[in-house]
């Protein structure tokens, strides 16, 4: 059983044992492509960790009191929310901006934001159930305009280049006052790719654009 295995040994058929990313980094080296050296720590090592930090003695007592002390020392690190979450792609060519300006970039802070170019802000709909368990596989328009505009535009466009559209229309002004427009359409990764109180001229051309060409 091995803890620890080298990029040099792994591939993508070691997936269980190290992970995709581990097995794609092997894969990578091998195939010449430039992977700097270095490791996967295995299933097998986090199996043994889990197995001494849950044990029920007092070595697992011990383990936690070490494992909670070390961790707690990362504090900052796992703060900055601003990094993990406020990721943007204002400059991108398939992004449409809106005139609206971004908000300030601070890697300990996340301030949601609807500017296209931002991970899409999360709203609580009901208690246990998230705006985000409401988007699609695919893109999302989200309106949130009471029923004062028609979304069949862009479900038009979406099936003439056979792109998967889920429509979410919600009446609630907290999620409205949030995405400050009535239309938005959000990307498979959950940035905003586009916002506007009324369909484009032409959405043809709109996702032409989101989806580079």
Not at 35 to 55: D, H, K, N, S, W
Not at 99 to 105: H, L
Not at 136 to 153: H, I, K, Q, V, W
Request: glycine share 12%; with cysteine.
């Amino acid at each position: 059983m091995s803890y620890v295995s080298w990029f040099a040994d792994v591939g993508l058929r070691d997936r269980p044992d190290v992970g995709g990313k581990g097995g794609s980094l092997g894969e990578m080296q091998r195939a010449g492509i430039p992977v700097p050296p270095g490791f996967v720590v295995t299933t097998a090592a986090f199996e043994r960790f889990l197995e001494a930090i849950e044990a029920d003695s007092p070595a697992g007592v011990t383990a936690r009191r070490e494992t909670g002390a070390y961790l707690a020392r990362f504090g900052p690190e796992f703060d900055s929310l601003g990094v993990q979450l406020g990721a943007r792609y204002d400059d991108s060519p398939i992004i449409v901006p809106d005139g609206s300006g971004p908000p300030v970039d601070d890697p300990d802070v996340y301030a949601p934001n609807a500017c296209p170019g931002g991970r899409a802000p999360h709203v609580w709909l009901t208690p246990g159930a998230s705006l985000f368990d409401r988007l699609g596989r695919g893109f999302t328009l989200l309106d949130l305009s009471r029923g004062t505009r028609r979304t069949n535009a862009f479900t038009e466009a979406a099936g003439t280049r056979r792109l998967p559209l889920t429509v979410v229309t919600l009446d609630q002004p907290e999620a409205r006052d949030l995405y400050e427009r009535d239309l938005v359409l959000i990307r498979p990764d959950q940035h905003v790719a586009w916002r506007g109180n009324a369909a484009p001229a032409d959405c043809a051309a709109l996702f032409a654009r989101v989806t580079g060409g």
